[in-house]
């Protein structure tokens, strides 16, 4: 499967690699490949891959990853082709994102 990516240095995604406890469970739960094991925690292989669902973070018992699932440029990219409208940053703005 080819690697989906959004729009570069966007996304919400951090990784606290000192709260990680190696349970793979990030590896696992994430659809776009986005976190590796690098001994025995996940590292970040590709952030741009992230979709910001959210599944790491609900999934990860340390607290160890953040992620504002529904928010960011490709959200606003997704919910603007879905509605029709130009994508809007969700801010009552109404400028146009990204």
């Known amino acids: 499967m080819p690697t989906l990516k959004y729009l570069p240095d966007v996304v919400t995604l951090e990784l606290n690699e000192s709260r990680c406890n190696g349970c793979r469970r990030c590896v696992e739960v994430c659809p776009h490949e986005v976190f590796?094991?690098?001994g025995k925690r996940a590292r970040i292989k590709d952030r741009?891959?992230?979709?910001?669902c959210g599944a790491c973070a609900r999934n990860c018992a340390e607290g160890a990853i953040s992620v504002d699932s529904?928010?960011?440029c490709a959200a606003a990219i997704i919910y603007g082709a879905l509605t029709g409208n130009e994508p809007t940053c969700g801010?009552?703005?109404?400028s146009v994102c990204c």
Do not use: I
């Open 36 to 38: 590796v094991m690098a």
């Open 48 to 52: 741009d891959a992230c979709m910001e």
């Open 70 to 72: 529904g928010v960011g």
């Open 91 to 94: 801010d009552n703005s109404d």
